[in-house]
């Protein structure tokens, strides 16, 4: 629902960066929210996004951009464990209700 | 770990078959939302309470789906008669509002329904 896409696979370093894009097609929502889902495991909240430009919460970051329909997830210094799943999802005013992508699953390699 | 809690992990069904999954939200949180995970990871959301009361549902939970959300007891979600796309990881969340700038959702582990 809203139009949420997220690209299915992103691999990266232990010890350097990774970027999990966002695309969106829906407006008017109340603000944009990042999870992370181990296999087999809840999705946990990371961060939650209102206001334009790039939000620094040391390990994540995220970055919004309402009129580009855009936000992405940045973590640095990687680890090992950092290897899920990443979800982003708009949440909407009624009822605040959160539409997700199908996430972006990040493999860490040594 | 979460404080929400879901039951049973796994549940097994023929076409046909009821489907019962159970959530207990976290202490305190009066808001509850049913998700269903495909098995491309897409989210569906199916459906969210406010205490006992439904606040938001999709057109499908409407026909075959129902669920409830009793004072006192585990929120439920039950498909009258499944069906081979049911199979899915059917989500419970947990919130502590509706309003407000900010909703953030603690998930279960989920309920993997497996439909033969």
């Known amino acids: 629902g809203q139009g949420v896409e997220q690209p299915d696979n992103l691999m990266s370093v232990e010890g350097t960066f990774a970027r999990v894009n966002c695309t969106y097609s829906?407006?008017?929502?109340?603000?944009l929210s990042w999870y992370q889902q181990r296999e087999g495991h809840a999705p946990v909240f990371l961060s939650y996004?209102?206001?334009?430009g790039l939000k620094d919460s040391g390990h994540f970051s995220t970055f919004l951009s309402r009129s580009n329909g855009y936000s992405y997830l940045l973590l640095t210094e990687l680890q090992i464990k950092d290897s899920a799943s990443y979800l982003c999802a708009v949440c909407m005013p009624n009822y605040n209700v959160l539409y997700f992508g199908s996430g972006t699953k990040l493999t860490v390699e040594p | 770990n979460s404080k929400v809690i879901q039951t049973p992990r796994y549940l097994v069904k023929g076409q046909g078959q009821k489907a019962k999954m159970r959530c207990i939200p976290e202490k305190g949180h009066p808001v509850v939302f049913w998700y269903q995970q495909n098995k491309n990871n897409e989210f569906k959301f199916l459906i969210n309470f406010q205490n006992q009361e439904v606040l938001q549902q999709i057109d499908m939970t409407e026909k075959r789906f129902s669920a409830e959300c009793p004072s006192n007891s585990p929120c439920s979600l039950e498909i009258q008669s499944s069906e081979a796309g049911d199979s899915a990881l059917y989500l419970c969340?947990?919130?502590?509002?509706?309003?407000?700038?900010?909703?953030?959702?603690?998930f279960g582990a989920g309920t993997r329904l497996s439909v033969l």
């Open positions: 996004v209102v206001l334009d």
């Open positions: 829906t407006s008017g929502f109340n603000g």
């Open positions: 969340a947990s919130s502590l509002r509706t309003g407000g700038r900010q909703n953030t959702l603690y």
